[in-house]
């Protein structure tokens, strides 16, 4: 859908951008809650401390309804470009009215994949999902609270697409769960937030056995080899404060997240 003229002349305004609380479907309860604007900002600070250029072309995972892009709107310059994937069909709708309606160098793209929690009724498993884009065509790959949600074949495949879409030196910042030493200690008990007591394979722990996806946590160690397997050099780990340590750095949330680059 072409934009209207006027808005063809100026960049929308982020309060012109973010759709209202009511278009916001019942899957997007997170951005009804919090701030969007604001959930957008911090995604956008860390992404720029770590590399991020207003001529990227960018991937946003798991993109919702497009927090991150409602920031991105004022930071990207004409060169840059947006393009967001998500399982629920009813979010990409949102997104594409409310937003890339109105920014002709923004996209968002539904991947029919099955998701427990947000796409029960695709048939495709995530795991054997390519995404649709060419080999080598994006320059920065984001997620928020995505791997937080994909079992462990199809956290794996997900790395090996984004180390296929990156270009060289491209970089990707995701946010996770990572068991670890000090993680696993501070979870264990049923008293615990995030007592996660459901091992899916050796290499993964989720809160719940009869819906997995609705929150799962992954072995720092498998999690290191799955990015070494797509061809991306972890740059750096942010510890971050979900299990009650200290963040180890500046960064949004309370998740884990990794930055890493294609070589
Ligand atoms: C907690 S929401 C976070 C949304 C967004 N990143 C934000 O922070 O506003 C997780 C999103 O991941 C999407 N998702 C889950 N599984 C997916 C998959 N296999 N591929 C793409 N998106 C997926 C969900 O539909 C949902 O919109």
Redesign the pocket.
């Known amino acids: 859908m072409r934009s209207p003229r006027w808005l063809r002349t100026r960049k929308p305004t982020a309060e012109e951008l973010i759709p209202p609380r009511k278009a916001l479907p019942k ?2 309860r ?2 009804k809650m919090r701030d ?1 604007r604001q ?2 900002v911090r ?1 956008l600070d860390t992404a720029k401390a770590k590399g991020l250029e207003p001529h990227d072309r960018v991937l ?9 892009a409602v920031a991105l709107a004022g930071f990207l310059d004409d060169d840059g470009s947006y393009v967001g ?4 069909k009813p ?1 990409i709708d949102v997104g594409n009215e409310w937003i890339a309606s109105k920014l002709p160098n923004f996209e968002f793209v539904w ?1 029919d ?3 427990a ?3 029960r009724k695709a048939s495709e498993k ?1 795991a054997a ?1 390519r995404f649709p884009f060419d080999d080598a065509s994006f320059d920065f790959v ?5 791997f ?3 079992v462990p074949d ?1 956290a794996s495949s ?1 790395l090996h697409e984004i180390g296929r879409v990156l270009k060289d030196g491209g970089r990707t910042l995701n946010t996770i769960f990572l068991l670890n030493e000090q993680s696993v200690g501070a979870i264990e008990g049923e008293d615990s937030r995030h007592y996660a007591p459901h091992p899916l394979g050796d290499v993964a722990r989720a809160k719940r056995a009869d819906r997995p ?1 609705a929150w799962i946590a992954f072995d720092e160690a498998f999690v290191r080899d799955a990015h070494a397997q797509a061809d991306l050099q972890i740059e750096e780990i942010r510890y971050g404060s979900w299990s009650g340590r200290e963040p180890t750095g500046p960064g949004f949330g309370t998740k884990d997240i990794i930055v890493a680059t294609k070589p």
């Open positions: 899957e997007a997170y951005a969007f959930a957008g995604f946003d995972l798991g993109s919702g309804p497009g927090r991150f994937l998500d399982t629920s979010v991947a994949v099955f998701n929690s947000y796409n995530a999902y984001f997620s928020n609270s995505l937080t949600h994909l199809d997900y996806e």
